[in-house]
């Protein structure tokens, strides 16, 4: 498995749109093909593994990495107005 600087860069590579909604977050995740080939390499993987995937990016989250949080939180959106969540 790679360190958190690669864990980092990969999650760049993700297309995230991050939701709050009374006191969640939920996370809508659309992956990229250049993150797959990653995530596959990294895995030790010969196909994509959703199971693997979300304890990868649980694992991530419960990490308290505050650049993951950054990534992950700096652009939520509020569910009941579509604005951005602020002082988060």
Not at 9 to 14: D, F, R, T, V, Y
Not at 52 to 73: C, M, Q, T, Y
Request: net charge negative.
């Amino acid at each position: 498995m790679s360190d958190n600087t690669e864990s980092l860069a990969a999650l760049k590579l993700l297309n995230i749109e991050t939701i709050h909604s009374e006191g969640e977050f939920e996370f809508k995740i659309e992956l990229t093909d250049e993150f797959e080939a990653w995530f596959k390499k990294d895995q030790g993987l010969k196909k994509w593994s959703e199971k693997r995937f979300n304890d990868w990016f649980k694992g991530l989250i419960n990490a308290g990495i505050p650049e993951v949080h950054s990534i992950l939180l700096g652009s939520a959106i509020e569910a009941s107005t579509g604005e951005p969540v602020s002082g988060k």
